[in-house]
């Protein structure tokens, strides 16, 4: 394979990768405390990306700017949805979690499309201050300021999560509560709040995806539902509750669809992390770290 | 409480279906009806596989490979009407690989399994890989059952009685499964997995089972929509919001009972209609997930239990005691 194509493949995995990372980190960090998937994770996402479009719009912000703010929105539209409709089936049975979590899906996807669709029509990509700049290397490519911004800010904002989840008080009460809740408890640790905590920064993280992604790409308000279910397959392959494992997961998994796209068609790219996920499922129904799923 | 005759109660409602196209002149009322009732037998698969407590989040996965099976066949090899139950089988085969290489997954990760397989099918369904086969966004066009030289109405009234024959069908089934041995074993699977394979249950063996007839019923629900009132196939069978009816129906009707889809398909469907005419398709989307979200809160039984509630209440202030024989 040609040198330039080779890097481009690499470039565009970190930057998959790194919004990978930031879904399954908010998943896991969701399931580690609460005992849920968080299935409308794609949703959040795009409401992410859709509120930066809105605020761009209105108050003449870049996405870089309504970042924060989005992520924050986004981050209190899922604490509203926990303390609505997750709280007061939590702890009945896995179905009811699942099903109410399908509901969330419904009512996201489709209110977002309602306003969507008629007022853009198609896929729209958020206006990035600089667009079509970048560092030019060698062999005519150029590495826009855009894509390398959007990787530091993911691995940014996941170093922050790791100083919080390791250095903070709180961290260390969220650890404590994913581990044992009953031993929590016990010590005096607040796990109605902790959990309301855990749930508002896991969606945030995919707001914050959401913004990141169309900066990138063009997204629509269906363009989350697949990037979920990739998420999905990488805390599946990695095992729940892994923070380490959704980031080694989430950039191998980029790698390998980014490879199988350029050699077989965009198409296969989708079905690439999937056809992974069933073969490991055949071989290792564990996953590839060995944790219980 | 419960009736022994399960031929029988399927047996009335077949005969009360059958009546109302005497006093129904509408063909709209009259399509609208046969197509709820292929949303029953399309719930049925869905709740057949949630009674042996395995969710699927993808089920429009299995709806869409029946119908591609059976209008593939329908197109290249047999007559419309064989397709239609043959064609069901390569879901059912489907349905058994999926069981099979999801046996090992639980809850959250056999319904996000599920829910992958029906993006990634819709994917490769549009993929340039594929469209040999299934004709990319382009689509197929499924064969009618009838000669083309029939008019509308009557070909109305024959689909609504095959739909009306095929759910009744379906309905004896469920209730027949639900009553057998078959069907206790798959409840105490879906209440404890691990005591039902210490008392010997080959768990493994009967959730793979559950998942090919359930397959085999949703391409069957597919076949039977395509070949009948929309005729055009295309990828977008494999969408969430065709995965989502059958949860949402049975759930609504009540999932432990095999009155809940027929119930739920049959109240529901109709309003999802209307509603799509209303205010539009998302809109009606948004309004049946508050719905779901409210009944799994406040009433996750469904309406079918609630309506045994209020008979038994009813009995009871009759009779002047207490509901003794309370449907749970």
Redesign the interface.
């Known amino acids: 394979m040609d040198a330039i194509i080779f890097f481009q493949l690499l470039v565009w995995a970190t930057v998959s990768g790194s919004l990978y990372v930031l879904l399954a980190t908010g998943l896991t960090l969701i399931f580690g405390i609460l005992k849920i998937v968080n299935f409308a994770q794609g949703e959040f996402m795009i409401a992410g990306a859709l509120l930066s479009l809105v605020l761009g719009r209105a108050l003449g912000l870049n996405p870089y700017a309504s970042l924060p703010l989005s992520a924050l929105l986004v981050g209190l539209m899922g604490l509203a949805a926990y303390r609505l409709a997750f709280r007061a089936i939590l702890g009945t049975t896995k179905l009811n979690e699942i099903l109410v979590s399908i509901a969330l899906i419904l009512i996201i996807q489709n209110a977002i499309a309602s306003y969507f669709v008629p007022t853009f029509r198609e896929a729209v990509q958020l206006s990035s201050p600089f667009a079509g700049e970048g560092i030019s290397l060698m062999g005519g490519l150029t590495l826009t300021y855009d894509l390398i911004l959007v990787i530091v800010t993911s691995w940014l904002t996941l170093a922050a999560l790791y100083t919080w989840l390791y250095r903070s008080r709180t961290g260390l009460s969220l650890r404590a509560l994913s581990q044992n809740q009953v031993g929590a408890m016990l010590c005096g640790i607040n796990v109605g709040a902790l959990g309301g905590a855990s749930f508002f920064v896991g969606v945030a993280l995919a707001g914050l995806a959401g913004t990141l992604y169309g900066i990138i790409t063009p997204f629509d308000p269906h363009s989350g539902t697949l990037l979920a279910v990739k998420a999905f397959a990488i805390i599946i392959l990695t095992g729940l509750g892994n923070v380490g494992g959704a980031a080694i997961g989430g950039l191998l998994l980029a790698l390998a669809e980014n490879f199988v796209s350029a050699t077989l068609g965009p198409a296969w790219k989708d079905a690439a992390a999937f056809i992974l996920l069933t073969i490991v499922l055949a071989a290792r129904p564990t996953g590839l770290l060995g944790e219980r799923v | 409480m419960r009736s022994r005759q399960p031929l029988l109660r399927s047996g009335l409602l077949l005969l009360l279906l059958l009546l109302i196209p005497f006093f129904v002149r509408s063909t709209y009322a009259l399509q609208t009806l046969s197509l709820a009732l292929q949303m029953a037998i399309y719930s049925f698969s869905w709740m057949l596989l949630?009674y042996s407590g395995q969710?699927s989040?993808g089920h429009a996965f299995f709806m869409g490979v029946g119908a591609y099976g059976s209008t593939l066949l329908a197109l290249q090899l047999l007559p419309p009407l064989p397709s239609l139950l043959i064609g069901p089988l390569f879901s059912a085969l489907f349905g058994l690989a999926v069981g099979y290489?999801?046996a090992?997954?639980?809850?959250?990760?056999l319904?996000?399994?599920t829910?992958?397989?029906s993006?990634?099918a819709q994917?490769?369904a549009?993929?340039?890989?594929l469209s040999w086969l299934t004709n990319g966004a382009q689509g197929l066009f499924p064969p009618s059952l009838l000669p083309s030289a029939l008019d509308y109405s009557t070909s109305v009234w024959f689909y609504y009685l095959l739909s009306a024959s095929m759910a009744c069908a379906c309905y004896a089934l469920v209730q027949l499964l639900l009553r057998s041995g078959l069907g206790l074993i798959l409840s105490s699977i879906h209440d404890n997995e691990r005591a039902a394979s210490s008392l010997g249950i080959n768990v493994r063996k009967y959730r793979v089972l559950m998942f090919g007839l359930s397959g085999y019923l949703a391409g069957l629900a597919g076949a039977l929509g395509r070949f009948t009132f929309i005729r055009y196939l295309d990828p977008g069978i494999f969408s969430?919001e065709n995965s989502?009816w059958p949860?949402l129906f049975s759930?609504m009707g009540g999932m432990r009972y095999a009155e809940g889809p027929l119930l739920g398909a049959l109240l529901l469907y109709p309003v999802s209609d209307f509603l799509r005419d209303a205010v539009?398709?998302?809109?009606?989307?948004?309004f049946?997930?508050?719905i779901?979200?409210a009944v799994?809160?406040t009433s996750?039984q469904g309406l079918y239990a609630l309506l045994l509630r209020e008979i038994s209440g009813m009995r009871a202030e009759k009779g002047g005691k207490l509901g003794a024989a309370g449907g749970r």
């Open positions: 949630a969710v989040l290489l999801g090992r997954l639980r809850e959250w990760f319904g996000m399994y829910f992958g397989l993006v990634i994917t490769l549009l993929s340039d890989q969430l989502v949860l759930v539009g398709g998302f809109l009606a989307l948004v049946f997930g508050g779901l979200a799994i809160i996750p």
